[in-house]
Every structure is written in structure tokens, then in C-alpha cells.
């Protein structure tokens, strides 16, 4: 069973959508985040979500928006989407940090989202 | 603020050749340092080290990390043309935060 699963795998869109990615993990990890991996593939830290709380928000623009409806779950919704949005999204999980437990972080597959 | 970064950016090798990877990093609140390895999709996950001078081994791949000096090396001998990927280095600091490097694109050819 995939540890981590992300939907979708690819998501070609026009400039001004609104769009969703969702992720999933079986797990039982305490946190989630998401990732931004850009074309030149330098990877950066967007969000990340513990029981609920958002507890990492890097400088991103505020139509990023991460919505966990259970601990399992972190989904990103994108507003009014623009070209430099376009990258690949990779949703991770891990145990809790500050519970002091393995930082391991399993990664899924990636969303690579296309503006157009 | 808070950088990590990797040498060399890229790396093309023979097969059977040994490699070192290069890792230094400026974070405030250092908690551990993690390696991945990133082929065509996900990253997957190598190494974390917490503890100056204890080397980490898995197979063929080895790590160390020195908190006095701020850096990291990752070792792969006897590589093999699967070893070929982009190898990330990442720091998570106390903050919760965690520092991406570039990456050093590793290339084995047969």
C-alpha cells in the first residue's frame, strides 16, 4: 500500500483557477507538509500541519492555502493561480518533531502542476 | 537566515569509482541533518544524523556528520549506474524548519 498518495499526479490549468491537490497518508505520522520544487528542482518548505495546526508558514503568497480535515489528510487549495505557480507539489508526512521521534520524512509521488 | 549548501552541484563518474558529497550548512538552532536521494519523482530518504563522528552506513553509502566544523559528507563506493540522482541535503532546525540544499546531481555512467 502506498505510504503516501497525492491526487492528482498531474494538473494542467489556465492562469485565474482555483485548484486543489490532495494527500493522504496511512502512516499514522503526526505531521504533514508540503513542498515546492521548482524548475531549476530546488526544493522549499510551504507548509506544515500538526494535529491539526498549522505550525510551519513559510513566505508564501496567501492564495496558498492548506486545509487538513483530519490527521490522515493535508490538502493545498490555490486561488487565482499564476505562471509561477507552476512547479512540482510534494506532500510529505513524519512523526511529530517535537515529540522528539524519528524526523524521517516519507515523500509521495508529487503533483506537477502547469499554468498555462 | 538560515542556508545549506551542497558540492559539487554536479558530478559524472565512472562506474566502480568512489564519490564524496559535500554538505555545509548555517542554521540558527541546529536539531539534525538529513540526506535524500531524488531520482526521476519523490525524494526518498538516506540518512539522518543528530551526533558528531558516528558514521551512518546502508550498503555501499555512508554519512557523517561534524557539528563543530557545520558539515556533512556522504559517501557512496563502488558506485553503480542506479546510484545515478540528485542526492539532497537538508537541516532541520529546533524552529521546526527544514533547510533544503540544491542538491548535487550525481551522473555513473557504465
Known amino acids: 500500500d502506498t505510504a503516501v498518495s497525492q491526487t492528482p499526479k498531474y494538473l494542467v490549468t489556465q492562469m485565474g483557477n482555483d485548484k486543489s491537490i490532495k494527500c493522504e497518508q496511512n502512516?499514522?505520522?503526526?505531521?504533514m507538509y508540503w513542498y515546492k520544487q521548482d524548475s531549476k528542482k530546488f526544493l522549499k518548505i510551504m507548509f506544515s500541519y500538526n494535529n491539526k495546526e498549522l505550525i510551519i508558514n513559510e513566505t508564501v503568497p496567501n492564495r496558498f492555502s492548506p486545509k487538513s480535515p483530519d490527521k490522515a489528510h493535508l490538502n493545498l487549495h490555490i486561488n487565482s493561480l499564476e505562471l509561477g505557480d507552476s512547479a512540482v507539489y510534494f506532500c510529505?508526512?513524519?512523526?511529530?518533531?517535537?515529540?522528539?521521534?524519528?524526523?524521517?520524512?516519507?515523500f509521495g509521488p508529487g503533483t506537477r502542476l502547469l499554468v498555462l | 537566515e538560515d542556508k545549506v549548501v551542497q558540492s559539487p552541484l554536479s558530478l559524472v563518474v565512472h562506474e566502480g569509482d568512489t564519490v564524496t558529497l559535500n554538505c555545509s550548512y548555517e542554521v540558527t538552532n541546529f536539531r539534525s541533518l538529513l540526506w535524500y536521494k531524488q531520482e526521476k519523482k519523490a525524494p526518498t530518504f538516506l540518512f539522518m544524523l543528530?551526533?558528531?563522528?558516528i558514521e551512518k552506513k546502508s550498503g555501499r553509502l555512508s554519512s557523517i556528520l561534524d557539528k563543530k566544523e557545520l558539515f556533512s559528507i556522504l559517501n557512496i563506493t563502488a558506485t553503480q549506474t542506479g546510484d545515478s540522482a540528485v542526492y539532497l541535503c537538508?537541516?532541520?532546525?529546533?524552529?521546526?524548519?527544514?533547510?533544503f540544499g540544491p542538491g548535487t546531481r550525481l551522473s555513473v555512467l557504465p
Open positions: 510529505a508526512s513524519s512523526q511529530d518533531p517535537l515529540a522528539g521521534r524519528q524526523e524521517t520524512q516519507y
Open positions: 502512516l499514522g505520522h503526526d505531521t
Open positions: 543528530t551526533s558528531s563522528g
Open positions: 537538508a537541516v532541520v532546525t529546533y524552529g521546526q524548519n527544514f533547510v
